[in-house]
């Protein structure tokens, strides 16, 4: 079968080399650039100490009730020393601690070899915590939970429950950060202890808060209620522990472009553009314009269209005018178009008839077939109707129409097509 799959593969091959020679010109094929998207951040050090050491553990729960292979185990663990603690075992698990593609694992894996080994044969029994040993002791990447900072610093609300339980302590458990405290919907302050703007505490003891949001434009309030309001949001006013919306628009502390109109919503406002026949305006539409936009008149109360072709405002010599909304525009008139900024008539090419594309050739084996038609009626005259003679007659005209139609089918087809 595989000769056979070659043999027919040169044929194919050969096919579309003389379809790519046979292209206009030369042709590029590039990939299609790969949407831009920004690098994942590196993880910080200590991460990546705290998944390798997570996979080293891993390797050691693997290779837990493995053996030096040899067959007797005995033997092997009298004269080279226990597998479970074994260099050999120590070589298994650190060959799968790092996926290929993990570069950061590989650089600190080779980094911290030396300190690996000397854990494994000398620090186990007085340091059975890998991660605290290495990552924290020795390299100093890593800081215990609750801390933070190249000192390893408490984080706001202690190291029992740093932020209160409420937030996230930036950099907690490594030797970065701030150790400022990102605090949960509803909470705020330094250690996530009070409830943030807009809510209110529900509920509080020695160890928990509650926060509850307040009523829609309330800023501090002191319940849910819509009567609790203590403050408002910006664009509210308080009015009797109520929010009441601020009108922008009418105490004039909108901020609106000169073609601009003020719409007020609920604790803002909108600006939004005037009606293209408005020179300014205080609404949405031509009849709140202040002023009228050139190529517009007022007509009672509304800024409407002037119709400029009402007059002769197009010079040129056959042009018209076409009203268009605040202005107008010249055109060419019917039959004529414009050509180097002058409106010339149109030509319109006559209709080429049936036989004006015909060659000498088609023409000369034309008229052959036309005196051949002549003769073969007149012999079937003088036959006076003979069956032969007019057999060979009909068969003498289909050859010569035949002939002639398979010199210039296409030709004829297409004059058809083209009504010729």
């Given at each position: 079968?595989?000769?056979?799959?070659?043999?027919?593969?040169?044929?194919?091959?050969l096919?579309g080399?003389?379809?790519?020679?046979?292209?206009?010109?030369?042709?590029?094929?590039?990939?299609?650039?790969?949407?831009?998207?920004?690098?994942?951040?590196?993880?910080?050090?200590?991460?990546?100490?705290?998944?390798?050491?997570?996979?080293f553990?891993k390797?050691?729960?693997?290779t837990?009730?493995?053996?030096?292979?040899?067959?007797?185990?005995?033997?092997?663990?009298?004269?080279?020393?226990?597998?479970?603690?074994?260099?050999t075992?120590?070589?298994?698990?650190?060959?799968?601690?790092?996926?290929?593609s993990?570069f950061?694992?590989?650089?600190?894996?080779e980094?911290?070899?030396?300190?690996?080994?000397?854990?494994?044969?000398?620090?186990?029994?007085?340091?059975?915590?890998?991660?605290?040993?290495?990552?924290?002791?020795s390299?100093?990447?890593?800081?215990?939970?609750?801390?933070?900072?190249?000192?390893c610093?408490?984080?706001p609300?202690?190291?029992e429950?740093?932020?209160?339980?409420?937030?996230?302590?930036?950099g907690?458990?490594?030797?970065?950060g701030?150790?400022?405290?990102?605090?949960?919907?509803?909470y705020?302050?330094?250690?996530?202890?009070?409830?943030?703007?807009g809510?209110?505490e529900?509920?509080?003891?020695?160890?928990?808060?509650?926060?509850?949001?307040?009523?829609?434009?309330?800023?501090?309030?002191?319940?849910?209620?819509?009567?609790?309001c203590?403050q408002c949001k910006?664009?509210?006013?308080?009015?009797?522990l109520?929010?009441?919306?601020?009108?922008?628009?009418?105490?004039?502390?909108?901020?609106?472009?000169a073609?601009?109109?003020?719409?007020?919503?609920?604790?803002?406002?909108?600006?939004?553009?005037?009606?293209?026949?408005?020179?300014?305006?205080?609404?949405?539409?031509?009849?709140?314009?202040?002023k009228?936009?050139p190529?517009?008149?007022?007509?009672g109360?509304?800024?409407?269209?002037?119709?400029?072709?009402?007059?002769?405002?197009?010079?040129?010599?056959?042009?018209?005018?076409e009203?268009?909304?605040?202005?107008?525009r010249?055109?060419?008139?019917?039959?004529?178009?414009?050509?180097?900024?002058?409106?010339?008539?149109?030509?319109?090419?006559?209709?080429?008839?049936?036989f004006?594309?015909?060659?000498?050739?088609?023409?000369?084996?034309?008229?052959?077939m036309?005196?051949g038609?002549?003769?073969?009626?007149?012999?079937?005259?003088?036959?006076?109707?003979?069956?032969?003679?007019?057999?060979?007659?009909?068969?003498?005209?289909?050859?010569?129409?035949?002939?002639?139609?398979?010199?210039?089918?296409?030709?004829?087809?297409?004059?058809?097509?083209k009504?010729?």
């Amino acid at each position: 079968m595989a000769p056979q799959s070659q043999k027919d593969l040169i044929p194919a091959l050969l096919w579309g080399l003389s379809l790519f020679l046979s292209l206009p010109g030369p042709v590029c094929l590039q990939p299609s650039p790969l949407p831009h998207s920004s690098p994942p951040p590196e993880p910080h050090p200590c991460h990546t100490c705290r998944a390798l050491v997570d996979s080293f553990n891993k390797g050691l729960e693997r290779t837990i009730r493995d053996n030096f292979g040899g067959g007797n185990t005995a033997w092997e663990e009298e004269k080279l020393s226990k597998y479970k603690d074994s260099e050999t075992r120590l070589v298994e698990v650190l060959e799968g601690v790092c996926s290929k593609s993990d570069f950061e694992c590989h650089r600190l894996l080779e980094m911290s070899e030396e300190l690996v080994e000397s854990w494994w044969f000398h620090k186990q029994q007085e340091a059975p915590d890998l991660f605290q040993w290495l990552c924290s002791d020795s390299l100093k990447l890593c800081c215990p939970s609750g801390t933070f900072g190249p000192s390893c610093l408490p984080c706001p609300g202690g190291t029992e429950r740093p932020c209160g339980g409420y937030g996230q302590c930036e950099g907690e458990g490594t030797r970065g950060g701030s150790g400022h405290c990102d605090c949960q919907a509803g909470y705020g302050g330094e250690a996530c202890g009070q409830c943030g703007l807009g809510y209110f505490e529900a509920e509080r003891n020695a160890s928990h808060l509650v926060c509850s949001a307040c009523f829609g434009p309330c800023a501090r309030c002191s319940g849910p209620e819509e009567s609790n309001c203590l403050q408002c949001k910006k664009g509210w006013a308080l009015h009797h522990l109520k929010c009441v919306d601020i009108d922008e628009c009418g105490t004039e502390r909108a901020n609106c472009g000169a073609d601009q109109f003020c719409v007020n919503t609920e604790g803002s406002y909108e600006c939004r553009d005037c009606a293209k026949a408005c020179l300014g305006c205080m609404g949405a539409g031509p009849g709140r314009c202040k002023k009228c936009s050139p190529g517009y008149q007022q007509v009672g109360s509304k800024c409407l269209d002037v119709d400029e072709c009402e007059t002769a405002v197009c010079p040129g010599e056959n042009e018209q005018c076409e009203n268009t909304e605040g202005g107008y525009r010249c055109i060419c008139a019917e039959g004529y178009k414009q050509v180097e900024g002058i409106c010339v008539k149109e030509q319109i090419p006559e209709s080429a008839g049936f036989f004006s594309e015909m060659t000498e050739d088609e023409l000369v084996v034309l008229q052959q077939m036309f005196f051949g038609v002549i003769i073969c009626a007149l012999a079937t005259l003088a036959a006076k109707g003979d069956l032969v003679f007019t057999a060979i007659f009909i068969g003498a005209v289909a050859a010569m129409t035949g002939y002639w139609l398979s010199e210039r089918s296409d030709r004829v087809l297409e004059g058809f097509i083209k009504g010729r």
